[in-house]
């Protein structure tokens, strides 16, 4: 698959900062993916669904023209750097981002639990 308008790159954000980062990116026009599931956890004696996200620590960002990106996308709050091998910046295929937006999507109709099952041993 050729990807439109731009390649796939993965950033490294600081801890627990990918959705501000997410936000400072997306008020720049960098379109972001920040792939997420629905956890279903006992919360306070009761039954919640929470968003959590699947890569913490990381961002997708696809841009068109990298050079022209880098110093305000590094600088971008909650950003720490690209990921890269060497000196090159690494890119992502437009395959596995489209794998992932739809497992993403099946995951919002389907809860990923965590909890117990009866019959399940406990230990």
Known sequence: M?????KW????????QERRA??????QNIEVFCPEVFIEIVKRGELA???????????FIKIANLSDSVGSIRSTRGVLNFV???NSVTT??????EVLKKRVESSA???????????????
């Open 49 to 59: 669904s929470v968003s959590e996200i699947l890569f913490p620590g990381y961002l």
């Open 84 to 86: 890269s091998f060497g």
């Open 2 to 6: 050729i990807c439109s308008e731009g």
């Open 92 to 97: 992502v295929p437009c395959s596995l981002i």
């Open 9 to 16: 790159y993965l950033l490294k954000t600081k801890v627990r």
């Open 22 to 27: 997410k936000d400072h990116l997306e008020r």
């Open 109 to 123: 109709k389907n809860f990923i639990s965590k909890l117990p099952k009866k019959g399940d041993k406990l230990f």
